[in-house]
C-alpha cells in the first residue's frame, strides 16, 4: 500500500490551497494551520510534514516551494535529503536483520567484519558501533566527495585505521553509515540500496532511497541554508579539536551542505545522511514501531525488538553540555519538550538543519517533518512547533494507541 497523497482517504479535511496542499483527517486541523502559519512567517522555503496514529495516516501537508530560485513548487511527491534522519533508517534494517537472529548486537562488530578489528578496535561490539562509541567519527585519510560511491574504499579505510582517543563518545555524523551500511552487507549480503528497496520500501510502498535513482532527480527539493552554523566549542583536547576538523571537512560535506544538492552525492550511498525520502514515506516507515512492530495485519518486528530500539545503550554530554541519548543507532528523546516534542519519550532520529522523524512508544503515532531550509543557527523551532501541534490534535481526538 503507498500512501501518496493523490488518493484523498476518505474522512478527511481537504487543504488545498494556494500555499498548503495535501491533507488532515478530522480534527487535525490545528496541524494544518501551524504549518501554514509556519509557511506565512517566512519560517520555511518548502516543507512536508505527516503523521501517523495507530497505522493510518492522519496528516499529510506540503508547502511553498522546492526551489527557491525558480520557484519550483512543493509537490505531494516531492522528496528531500533527510541527513540523519538516514540513520533511523539504517537503525531498523539492521533491527530487522537482528530480529531475524542473523545479527547479535553484543557481538562484536569484527565477528562479523573482521577488518574492523585492526588496532584494538576487534572488543567494540556492534551495540557500542551504533551507539556511536566506536572511535572512528571521522576518517583520517583524505576523503573527496568523489569517493563517496566507492563504499569498499571508504568502509576499508574505517576498518583499517586507529581509533581516535576519545574520552567520551563521539557522534559519527557521516562514518556511521559506512559502519551500519558495511554491517548490513557482510550479514546479509545486499548493499543498503538493495536491501531498502527489498525490504521496506517496496512491501510498504515507500518512496525512500539511499542511493537515488537518476530519473528521480527531479523530484528532489533544492536545499537552502539559513544562518550561521556555530563553530565547534574550543578544546584544549588536541585529539578532539582534530576531530572537530575532520568530521567538517574530510570529506567536505557537513562543512559545505550545499554539496548534497548534487547529483553525485544523491547518487551515493550515505547511508548515515544522504537518504532520500517524502516525509509521508518516513512518517509510515516508524509506524511499524509505532505499532509494537505490527502493521496492517503483518508481523514486522517482534515486541522484543520494539523493546530494543527504544532501550537507552548511552547517554553523554558534550564538552558545550550539548546532551545525547542513544538504543542501537535511535535517538531518544532527553526530556519532555525535547526535540521529539511534548511526551517524556520519543523514537528516531533528527537531521541536520531541522528535519526530524520517530514516534512516541505507547500512543501509536509516529511522524515526519522534512524541510528544504536548513537552519543552522541554534534557533529552529519548526518541529518542535508542529509536533505540539499534533499531540495536541492526537490528545483531541482521542484516537486510541
Given at each position: 500500500m503507498s500512501l501518496r497523497s493523490d488518493a484523498t482517504p476518505p474522512g478527511d479535511t481537504s487543504l488545498d490551497g494556494p500555499?498548503?496542499?495535501?491533507?488532515?483527517?478530522?480534527?487535525?486541523?490545528?496541524?494544518?494551520?501551524?504549518?501554514a502559519a509556519q509557511l506565512a512567517a517566512g519560517a520555511e522555503a518548502g516543507a512536508s510534514f505527516a503523521a501517523t496514529a495507530g497505522g493510518r495516516p492522519v496528516v499529510d501537508l506540503h508547502g511553498g516551494?522546492?526551489?527557491?530560485?525558480?520557484?519550483?513548487?512543493?509537490?505531494?511527491?516531492?522528496?528531500?535529503?533527510?541527513?540523519?534522519?538516514?540513520?533511523?533508517?539504517?537503525?531498523?534494517?539492521?533491527?530487522?536483520?537482528?530480529?531475524?537472529?542473523l545479527l547479535d548486537y553484543d557481538r562484536p562488530l569484527a565477528s562479523y567484519w573482521p577488518e574492523f578489528g585492526a588496532h584494538g578496535k576487534g572488543a567494540t561490539t556492534v551495540r557500542e558501533a551504533l551507539s556511536h562509541q566506536a572511535g572512528v567519527p571521522a576518517f583520517r585519510d583524505p576523503v573527496g566527495v568523489g569517493d563517496l560511491a566507492d563504499h569498499d574504499r571508504l568502509a576499508g579505510l574505517l576498518a583499517a585505521q586507529e581509533p581516535f582517543a576519545l574520552d567520551r563518545p563521539y557522534y559519527h555524523a557521516l562514518t556511521h553509515g559506512w559502519i551500519t551500511g558495511e554491517l548490513l552487507?557482510?550479514?546479509?549480503?545486499?548493499?543498503?540500496?538493495?536491501?531498502?528497496?527489498?525490504?521496506?520500501?517496496?512491501?510498504?510502498?515507500?518512496?525512500?532511497?539511499?542511493?537515488?535513482?537518476?530519473?528521480?532527480?527531479?523530484?528532489?527539493?533544492?536545499?537552502?541554508?539559513?544562518?550561521?552554523?556555530?563553530?565547534?566549542?574550543?578544546?584544549?583536547?588536541?585529539?578532539?579539536?582534530?576531530v572537530d576538523r575532520?568530521?567538517?571537512t574530510n570529506p567536505p560535506l557537513l562543512g559545505e551542505p550545499f554539496?548534497?544538492?548534487?547529483?553525485?552525492?544523491?547518487?551515493?550511498?550515505?547511508?548515515?545522511?544522504?537518504?532520500?525520502?517524502?516525509?509521508?514515506?518516513?512518517?509510515?516507515?516508524?509506524?511499524?514501531?509505532?505499532?509494537?512492530?505490527?502493521?496492517?495485519?503483518?508481523?514486522?518486528?517482534s515486541e522484543d525488538a520494539v523493546r530494543t530500539?527504544?532501550?537507552?545503550?548511552?547517554q553523554w554530554a558534550n564538552p558545550d553540555g550539548w546532551p545525547n541519548r542513544y538504543s542501537v543507532g535511535f535517538q531518544l528523546q532527553i526530556s519532555s519538550g525535547g526535540?521529539?516534542?511534548?511526551?517524556?519519550?520519543?523514537?528516531?532520529?533528527?537531521?541536520?538543519?531541522?528535519s526530524q522523524h520517530g514516534y512516541w512508544p505507547g500512543t501509536g503515532v509516529s511522524f515526519s517533518y522534512c524541510p528544504n531550509r536548513l537552519v543552522v543557527d541554534g534557533t529552529d523551532q519548526r518541529a518542535v512547533t508542529l509536533l505540539a501541534a499534533l499531540h495536541s490534535a492526537w490528545r483531541g481526538t482521542g484516537t486510541p494507541a
Open positions: 500555499q498548503v496542499g495535501g491533507w488532515v483527517a478530522p480534527g487535525y486541523e490545528g496541524v494544518r494551520e501551524a504549518f516551494v522546492a526551489d527557491s530560485a525558480t520557484g519550483r513548487p512543493w509537490e505531494a511527491d516531492t522528496a528531500t535529503v533527510v541527513f540523519s534522519g538516514t540513520k533511523g533508517v539504517m537503525s531498523l534494517c539492521l533491527l530487522l536483520l537482528a530480529d531475524r537472529g552487507r557482510r550479514v546479509d549480503g545486499r548493499d543498503a540500496a538493495t536491501f531498502i528497496a527489498e525490504e521496506l520500501s517496496g512491501p510498504l510502498g515507500l518512496d525512500l532511497w539511499v542511493g537515488l535513482p537518476e530519473e528521480l532527480e527531479p523530484r528532489v527539493s533544492v536545499l537552502e541554508l539559513r544562518g550561521d552554523k556555530p563553530a565547534a566549542p574550543p578544546t584544549d583536547d588536541p585529539v578532539r579539536a582534530e575532520l568530521v567538517e554539496l548534497f544538492n548534487e547529483r553525485a552525492v544523491h547518487a551515493a550511498q550515505v547511508a548515515g545522511a544522504g537518504g532520500i525520502a517524502t516525509a509521508r514515506s518516513v512518517a509510515r516507515l516508524y509506524s511499524v514501531l509505532a505499532c509494537d512492530g505490527e502493521l496492517e495485519g503483518r508481523r514486522w518486528l530500539a527504544r532501550t537507552e545503550v548511552v526535540a521529539f516534542g511534548p511526551l517524556a519519550e520519543g523514537v528516531g532520529h533528527g537531521g541536520f538543519g531541522g
